[in-house]
């Protein structure tokens, strides 16, 4: 059974940073790419980047209000991925969900984490 | 980038049909995911590739895409289909994931 559990969220202020893990079980975690979706209290959903396969380079992508602030890694070997953020705005409070790409679906996301919530507040 | 809109909301009755559109420049020449996503909960995948539905996911579920507009369709629509839903495509033109704003389905 493909699992997908977040963690690391919590209550951080302005500025500062916090790492959030993704750890998979159920499926060869290294064949697929791994996306972070957020939602922020009574939006829609935003993607916010994701990490390739090593086998396409491992590379990533993020979204514009992003980038420059958010890191995704992954560590094949523990199955897990990252989602590190730094200089954090009140704008990014939001749930975390991680969730995987398939490839035979068009890279539809086919399962997704509970997600974490992240709550920027001084 | 490219912009999907979707009806903020959608009512239908108990055992009627619900059509939910997602409308995009040339959103037939794209493949459309769906997902549910009911209050407290983590999204699912309904449908991906505009017609095709994961295992687990009832017939009810359905989709299409021609042209401008894609629609989900649930058919017998029960009150446990009650949630918000999401369409989804891929921006050819960043490589980028882009999702509609969302539907909150509302069962009379």
């Known amino acids: 059974e493909v699992q997908l559990v977040e963690s690391g969220g919590g209550l951080v202020q302005p500025g500062r940073s916090l790492r959030l893990s993704c750890t998979a079980s159920?499926?060869?975690?290294?064949?697929?790419?791994m996306s972070w979706v957020r939602q922020a209290p009574g939006k829609g959903l935003e993607w916010v980047g994701f990490?390739?396969?090593?086998?396409?380079?491992?590379?990533?992508e993020y979204a514009a209000s992003v980038k420059g602030r958010f890191t995704i890694s992954r560590d094949d070997s523990k199955s897990i991925a990252y989602l590190q953020m730094n200089s954090l705005k009140t704008e990014d409070t939001a749930v975390y969900y991680c969730?995987?790409?398939?490839?035979?679906?068009?890279?539809?996301?086919?399962?997704w984490g509970q997600g974490t919530l992240v709550t920027v507040s001084s | 980038s490219y912009v999907l809109t979707q009806p903020p909301s959608v009512s239908v009755a108990p055992g009627q049909t619900a059509r939910i559109t997602c409308g995009g420049n040339?959103?037939?020449?794209?493949?459309v995911h769906w997902y549910q996503q009911k209050p407290g909960q983590a999204p699912v995948l309904v449908v991906y590739?505009?017609?095709d539905r994961p295992s687990g996911i009832p017939e009810r579920f359905s989709g299409s895409n021609s042209g401008n507009t894609a629609t989900l369709t649930i058919s017998r629509v029960e009150a446990g289909d009650e949630a918000d839903y999401y369409c989804?495509?891929?921006?050819?033109?960043?490589?980028?994931?882009?999702f509609g704003g969302g539907t909150k389905l509302t069962v009379l």
């Open positions: 159920g499926f060869t975690f290294g064949d697929y790419a």
């Open positions: 969730t995987r790409e398939n490839s035979g679906y068009s890279y539809a996301f086919d399962y």
């Open positions: 990490i390739r396969s090593k086998a396409y380079g491992g590379t990533t």
């Open positions: 040339n959103i037939g020449s794209k493949s």
């Open positions: 590739d505009d017609s």
């Open positions: 989804q495509v891929w921006d050819s033109s960043s490589d980028l994931p882009v």
